[in-house]
């Protein structure tokens, strides 16, 4: 008799519970829609995901200036790619790849700006 009443209790109380805690959360879901804490948490995850490198940040990890030539870019490109091959850390390599890569997109979009407005 003694286990069908603590076993009642249990059921019970864990029902209380649950509620409490799903009402809890529509409530800060509501909270969070109003103040838009959930837009910017959401942009903020995005933003994150996206591990875009900026054309800055590429020029700081190469060392060059925005005057600098494709042939300097791949020059510098070249050396730190070796010396971080032989004994360096390959997260430094592989950020020097990433803004090597990033220069070369800006670099093709700039080519395809001037050819299209000699055309």
Sequence with gaps: MAAKILANLIVM??????RAFAQAYR???ANASKTG?????????????SKIMTEQEARQILGVS????????????D?????NAKNGSFYLQSKVH??????EN???GKEQGSSGQNT
């Design 98 to 103: 990433r803004a090597k890569e990033c220069l």
């Design 27 to 29: 409530q800060a879901l």
């Design 106 to 108: 800006v670099n093709q």
């Design 37 to 49: 804490v959930a837009q910017e948490t959401l942009q903020n995850v995005a933003h994150r995901g």
């Design 66 to 77: 925005e005057q600098s030539t494709w042939e300097e870019i791949l020059q510098k490109y």
């Design 79 to 83: 050396n730190l790619f070796e010396s």
């Design 13 to 18: 109380g864990s029902g209380i519970l649950i």
